[in-house]
């Protein structure tokens, strides 16, 4: 983003903490750091109060995030439940491959990465992320939800049925053999866990992305 939207930058995290007038600068500081903990503000103060208040208040916000939600619009969403795991799936234009993961919610701690897979879409990622995730807590008797911000995979889901259009051919017949692997276990297990919507409007990207913006 832009420095007319953000002129301050808080390093939480990083080589220096501190609060920084350009993004270059706030760079600089968090290149290369394990787990950097920065955000983007527009005035001083704000970047101020956020740097004394701690990282753990805007831990949903991922790098430059500020909502543009009201905060009537935020308080009737609420927050994110921190003990969950959050999914989501990376495809890179360039080498036509797909991946996936699911992590903690609260602390980004991977638990499962598939992939690369080869001429597999998005949305397909996202399906299988959030079926992996239901076998992953069914095998360890979890009962704690799991976030996605596909609603196509979570419909997906729900039906115990994919609807890709991802053409059925020698090169994409492993993607199949996954998805039908998928759909198998949903119509062959029942499952306690909420599958909910990542409200990224409000909480920012979701902590599994794989950051290709």
């Known amino acids: 983003m832009g420095k007319d939207k953000n002129r301050f930058f808080v390093v939480w995290k990083g080589i220096k903490p501190g609060i920084y007038e350009s993004w270059q600068e706030c760079q600089e500081h968090i290149r290369g750091y394990p787990n950097a903990r920065y955000k983007g503000f527009k005035t001083y103060e704000g970047a101020k109060k956020a740097y004394e208040e701690g990282y753990e208040n805007y831990w949903g916000n991922k790098g430059f995030f500020e909502s543009t939600l009201t905060k009537e619009e935020l308080k ?80 997906w889901v729900k039906n115990r049925k994919h609807q890709s259009h991802l053409e059925r051919t020698p090169s994409t017949e492993y993607i199949w053999t996954l998805l039908q692997r998928a759909e198998l276990w949903l119509r062959s297990n029942t499952y306690p866990n909420k599958i909910l919507k990542w409200q990224t409007k409000a909480w920012g990207e979701n902590p599994a992305d794989f950051g290709r913006k």
């Open 76 to 155: 009737k969403i609420g927050s994110p439940i921190a003990n969950s795991i959050s999914v989501d799936a990376g495809f890179s234009s360039s080498s036509i491959e797909m991946e996936y993961k699911g992590v903690k919610t609260d602390t980004k701690e991977v638990l499962f990465k598939k992939g690369p897979f080869k001429n597999a879409t998005n949305n397909i990622g996202e399906f299988l992320a959030i079926v992996h995730a239901l076998a992953y807590l069914k095998e360890r008797n979890s009962t704690i939800p799991i976030y996605s911000d596909s609603l196509y995979a979570i419909k």
